[in-house]
Nanobody
């Protein structure tokens, strides 16, 4: 059993930056695939990025590539999403997700563990 808790969301102006955190507890492992998803009102849950550090694979959605960066701090059991150059289109509820092992995937149903979400709102 793994628990994930996101934090760091908030209101930011277009062009600004935020760093989201995902704190993991329970039976965690550095081999886990960690991903970020987001969902805006009336839209499907959307893949943002994910990383399998054991396999050396990191993948970003085209919409965020070059602006967002996923990273981790093993000592704190925490994964981060650094978001730069934020746009109003980035406004959504952001979720942290995890899989026990495997390749990087973009489908929400392939991730077993989920956080509660943290709201990111980008004003014009």
């Amino acid at each position: 059993q793994v628990q994930l808790v996101e934090s760091g969301g908030g209101l930011v102006r277009a062009g600004g930056s935020l760093r989201l955190s995902c704190a993991a507890s329970g039976r965690t492992s550095t081999s886990y695939v960690m991903g970020w998803f987001r969902q805006a009102p009336g839209k499907e849950r959307e893949f943002v990025c994910a990383s399998n550090w054991s396999g050396g694979s990191t993948y970003y959605a085209d919409s965020v590539k070059g602006r967002f960066t996923i990273s981790r701090d093993d000592a704190k059991n925490t994964v981060y999403l650094q978001m730069n150059g934020l746009k109003p289109e980035d406004t959504a509820l952001y979720y942290c997700a995890a899989r026990s092992w495997g390749v990087v995937t973009t489908t929400p149903s392939t991730y077993r563990y989920w956080g509660q979400g943290t709201q990111v709102t980008v004003s014009s």
